[in-house]
């Protein structure tokens, strides 16, 4: 890539995600973080990173409680 950062389309829609404020729900409690969202479709993009990071981070967190 020559400096541009990646553009992400939606496979169902073809629009190009926009970042959106997404609440997640996972045994009871919820978070929130921002991440790649059609505006037509409202489906999410979850980056690996994202999954095995901060997601994974929150997870164990909460299964530890």
């Known amino acids: ?3 541009k950062e990646r553009k992400w389309r939606c ?3 073809s629009r190009e995600l926009a970042l959106k404020k ?3 729900t996972y045994l009871g409690h919820t978070f929130s973080h921002e991440v790649p969202a059609c505006p037509g479709c409202g489906r ?3 980056s ?7 997601i994974a981070e929150v997870e164990e967190q909460l299964e530890d409680k």
């Open 1 to 3: 890539m020559t400096g």
């Open 11 to 13: 496979g169902k829609c």
């Open 22 to 24: 997404v609440v997640f």
């Open 44 to 46: 999410v993009y979850i």
């Open 48 to 54: 690996k990173e994202l999954a095995e990071g901060r």
